[in-house]
């Protein structure tokens, strides 16, 4: 599956902004579909997943109340929706899916996803 990030831009602390995951070549809903994030000079970590038929999601603590990540079946797309932005979101943040998932993962870890998108730049002006 092909994954094409966008959404992505230059905010003030305290906006909104929507990021979407576009998939093609196969179904996106029959893979847990995660967005990490990397910050100049650190890791690539976890913001949010979701996966299963009932659409389960995870999310960072950082980003918890502030995020929600959602999938438009009939877009075969999975979008991150972030508000009350803070400059420590900014990042390059990428989408990435699964093949499959164990019982009991919450798909945080980057080596569960074999897909990835190239990423998109978000940048909170404080």
């Known amino acids: 599956v092909q994954l094409q990030a966008s959404g992505g831009g230059l905010v003030q602390a305290g906006d909104s902004l929507r990021l979407s995951c576009a998939a093609s070549g196969r179904t996106l809903s029959t893979y847990p579909t995660g967005w990490f994030r990397q910050a100049p000079g650190k890791e690539r970590e976890f913001v949010a997943t979701?996966?299963?038929?009932?659409?389960?999601?995870y999310y960072a603590d950082s980003v918890k109340g502030r995020f929600t990540i959602s999938r438009d079946r009939a877009k075969n797309t999975v979008y991150l929706q972030m508000s009350s932005l803070k400059a420590e979101d900014t990042a390059v943040y990428y989408c990435a899916a699964a093949e499959s998932w164990k019982l009991g993962s919450r798909l945080t870890r980057r080596s569960e996803y074999a897909y990835w998108g190239q990423g998109t730049q978000v940048t909170v002006s404080s």
């Open positions: 979701i996966f299963g038929s009932a659409d389960t999601t």
